[in-house]
């Protein structure tokens, strides 16, 4: 599996269905979730359930709610011979990899991604669908990700695609792209093509590999987005445009007793991890905030939150984080981020949660003992919603929380924009 992007394989979201929360604001309640995951928290309740691979959240002004999924792959197969660490596409009736002692993995694709929109009314409805899949080697799966709304009530959505197979594949239609939908008809428009700039240029300058996940719209219009696979946050022109690469993020150190012998193959033999740039959230003032899931074994602690300033200089935000994931400013001005695991490299993984961070940058759990947390967003009366369930193999187990308590409800829109000014971000 490649280090650059998150591998969650089903053992793993099982063990998390049976782990407990540690220490927070809002401990499991007695009753289990509807999926037969994990007890809620307190105060949170199930607003849709049955999401395919979901990634993030969005809230229209009208009060609509938007979530990506990442879908199942697709009927399309990649067979996948792995040999001196390298992974090569094979004809398995021309190459019989077992008999050369080779490592093998199916990798599939299509169009199973989709998004859909929980109405104010509570009804949940597919609004478009026939976006890019993959299941990469069965328990990777990439696809719609970063997802916000745009000025004029469009859907603006990030997709992911082949990451480490894209030397291998032509791209599907829209893969790798920034893309708007008309929430109304569910009309796709491609607005920003990143596959096709990491082929040509592959900033990182490490693998030829792209795979897009977090986006956020400035109030100019700009247009940001994270390309996990590649390492590299770009700005795409109000409208659609070719992409401008605004950072590409350097490697993280590894902790001594986790470094790999010889260096990490995927970073040069460097002693280091990809950053793996997951969210993006814009400030008044040009910059961006980016957090850091961090590379496998993914240590706990190494992830972070950085900011990004207009010319691409790098300040650290908030440090000691571990598999970051989502971020969201909250009404009470506060910057909130979601961890997907506290401890995935125990016997069985530690479940996630979401955070506060407080006046001097150290973090206040607000939920936890969640079940594969992936993006949030904050509703206009203070209710969190988070996306959990964001990856597993056999029935779709994705639901959206519902959190209310988390923070009073305000007209702050000056707060947060004073909160992301702080010297801290």
Known sequence: MDAKRLVLSLGIAVGLLGSSSASALQEASPGASPMGGPPLPEGCTVIAEGLVNPRYVAVGDDGAIYVSEAGTGGDETIEMAAAGGDAIPVDLDATPVAEEGMGHATSTRGGTGQVTMIAPDGTQSVVATGLPSYSIGGPEITGPAGITVDANGQILLAIGGAGPLAPMVEPLPNENSVVSIDPATGEVTLLSNIDAYERANNPDPYNVDSNLYGIDVAEDGT?????????????????????????????????????????????????????????????????????????????PG???????????????????????VGLAAGPDGQLYASQISTNFLGEMPEPGNV???????????????????????????????????????????????????????????????VVLNDPRF
Do not use: W
């Open 223 to 299: 247009i940001y987005v994270n390309d996990a696979g590649g390492n590299t946050t770009y700005s795409v022109p109000a409208g659609g445009g070719e992409p401008v690469v605004l950072v590409v993020h350097p490697g993280i150190e590894i902790p001594a007793d986790q470094a790999p012998p010889g260096g990490n193959p995927d970073r040069g033999r460097a002693n280091e991890l990809d950053p793996v740039p997951t969210d993006v959230m814009s400030a008044a003032d040009g910059t961006v905030l980016v957090s850091y899931l961090s590379g496998g074994p993914f240590p």
């Open 302 to 324: 190494a992830a972070k939150v950085v900011s990004v300033a207009a010319d691409g200089t790098l300040t650290d935000a908030v440090t000691g984080l571990t598999m970051a």
């Open 355 to 417: 955070v506060r961070v407080l006046e001097d940058g150290t973090q206040e759990v607000v939920v936890g003992g969640l079940m594969l947390p992936n993006g949030i967003a904050f509703e206009a009366d203070g209710s969190l919603l988070i996306v959990t369930g964001a990856t597993s193999l056999g029935e779709p187990m994705g639901q959206l929380l519902r959190c209310e308590g988390i923070t009073a409800a305000a007209d702050v829109t000056e707060e947060v924009v």
